[in-house]
């Protein structure tokens, strides 16, 4: 129940871009509607960090990616994206996907591996 599942990411050089997805299963659209979407990230020996936030309230960003990063949703796909810009070394880590219901439920992506490096 409310199952996410991410794709995208992999290996990129410095100044690249990705677009990261993540599709919640599992719950119909009107429940979607109401949940907030956000990406963290997790650098080695980092704590998890909330990166980007979508909800029917609107979007936030940490401030590290403000300007270079985007999320955004579809929601007749059930999918949120993160497409990231002028991607740096520092961007390095692995992104989850992580869905909170307006019950209060959470659920986590499986995480993607983002690696950037020349």
């Known amino acids: 129940q409310g199952q996410i599942v991410q794709s995208g990411g992999g290996l990129v050089q410095p100044g690249g871009s990705l677009r990261l997805s993540c599709k919640a299963s599992?719950?119909?659209?009107?429940?979607?509607?109401?949940?907030?979407m956000d990406w963290y990230r997790q650098a080695p020996g980092e704590q998890r960090e909330l990166v980007a936030t979508?909800?029917?309230?609107?979007?936030n960003y940490a401030d590290a990616v403000k300007g270079r990063f985007t999320i955004s949703r579809d929601n007749n796909k059930k999918t949120i994206y993160l497409q990231m810009n002028s991607l740096t070394p520092e961007d390095t880590a692995v992104y989850f996907c992580?869905?909170?219901?307006?019950?209060?439920?959470?659920?986590w992506g499986q995480g993607t591996q983002v690696t950037v490096s020349s």
């Open positions: 992580r869905r909170q219901s307006a019950a209060g439920d959470v659920y």
């Open positions: 979508i909800s029917s309230s609107g979007t």
């Open positions: 599992r719950v119909i659209l009107s429940t979607f509607l109401s949940d907030t």
